[in-house]
């Protein structure tokens, strides 16, 4: 199940966590491709997506843009 809840999240890193929640919602609202959704306070990535997962994993990558780019982002 590749999901996470946002209260679970919460719960773990407090105030912290607040700024994850934002970046999942604004990704979800983002992707015009159907891999990923916010529902219920769950961000979910869709069974369906799975073999792209690392595609969504990239967009909450904050070192990604920062590294020299020597591979594809989704390897």
């Known amino acids: ?3 996470f809840c946002f209260t679970e999240l919460a719960d773990l890193f407090g105030p ?3 700024g994850l ?3 999942a919602e604004r990704i979800a609202r983002d992707d015009t491709d ?3 959704e916010v529902s219920d306070g769950l961000f979910k ?4 997506a799975w ?3 690392r595609i969504v994993a990239a967009r909450f990558d904050a070192w990604l843009e920062l590294a020299p780019r ?3 982002k989704a390897v």
């Open 70 to 72: 020597q591979y594809s």
């Open 21 to 23: 929640v934002e970046l």
């Open 16 to 18: 912290r966590s607040q």
């Open 1 to 3: 199940d590749y999901s």
């Open 51 to 53: 073999p792209f997962a």
């Open 45 to 48: 990535i869709e069974h369906d």
């Open 34 to 36: 159907g891999l990923c």
